[in-house]
């Protein structure tokens, strides 16, 4: 089993701060990982996903992450933040498929990026 | 338009009776899924299909029910066994290929509210 863990429940930045969410994920086996944001009353978009290769993930909307396994961490970074990312954000993990797999995933409890003018 | 839709947006329910909460998605995607999601929470796994005519239980299946009988259809009964069902229901979707795990992709959700 899967476990996720966002260490923050809410972040305040000014506008065009940096800022970073942080996740932590527990697992006896391989992961992919993934970050989600939700504007009020929507469903989820991917913002970006690290299945393998390359620790850095550029995603969309100016957002990154890097993926360090021996910290079991995938922390969600932005240089600038702007009004329109106030949001909740999650982190996610799958594990790697064998031979295939669409099991669901496992959410953390999410993070709400409060930008301030 | 590609994509997911659910309905209705806003669903009221007097306690005791069963609800179905529709999805469908028109992504030819193979594997569907149903999540809900709590404040402070996060989104937690109902009932999860990859392919027609089979599905599995997710994290917290008691409650609810689900069938899949077209691929492009999925829909979620919750039923008066399920304690506390006022919650914001998401469905989602994605590719299954029998290799890497692609993305899944979300509907806008149903927001459901037991009277």
């Known amino acids: 089993a899967q476990s996720v863990t966002q260490l923050d429940s809410q972040v305040p930045v000014f506008e065009e701060a940096p800022v970073e969410l942080r996740c932590n994920y527990s697992?006896?086996?391989?992961?992919?990982l993934f970050w989600y944001v939700q504007y009020p009353n929507q469903g989820l978009q991917l913002l970006l996903k690290y299945l393998s290769g390359s620790t850095l993930v550029k995603g969309i909307n100016g957002f990154e992450a890097e993926f360090n396994k021996s910290q079991t961490s995938f922390h969600l970074r932005k240089p600038s933040v702007h009004i329109s990312d106030t949001a909740e954000y999650f982190c996610?993990?799958?594990?790697?498929?064998?031979?295939?797999?669409?099991?669901?995933?496992?959410f953390g409890k999410g993070t709400h990026l409060i930008i301030q003018p | 338009d590609g994509g997911i839709t659910q309905s209705p947006k806003y669903l009221f329910r007097k306690e005791g009776q069963n609800v179905t909460l529709s999805c469908e998605q028109n992504l030819n995607h193979d594997a569907m899924y149903w999540y809900r999601q709590d404040p402070g929470q996060g989104l937690r796994l109902i009932y999860y299909?990859?392919?027609?005519?089979?599905?599995q239980k997710g994290d917290i299946a008691e409650g609810y029910s689900v069938s899949r009988e077209k691929k492009e259809s999925f829909p979620l009964t919750v039923t008066s066994a399920q304690k506390n069902p006022t919650a914001f229901y998401l469905c989602?979707?994605?590719?299954?290929?029998?290799?890497?795990?692609?993305?899944?992709?979300f509907g806008p959700g149903t927001r459901l509210t037991v009277l």
């Open positions: 299909s990859q392919i027609v005519n089979d599905f």
């Open positions: 989602a979707s994605s590719m299954y290929e029998g290799g890497p795990f692609n993305e899944q992709f």
């Open positions: 697992s006896s086996v391989s992961v992919y």
């Open positions: 996610a993990v799958s594990p790697t498929p064998l031979g295939g797999g669409a099991d669901g995933l496992t």
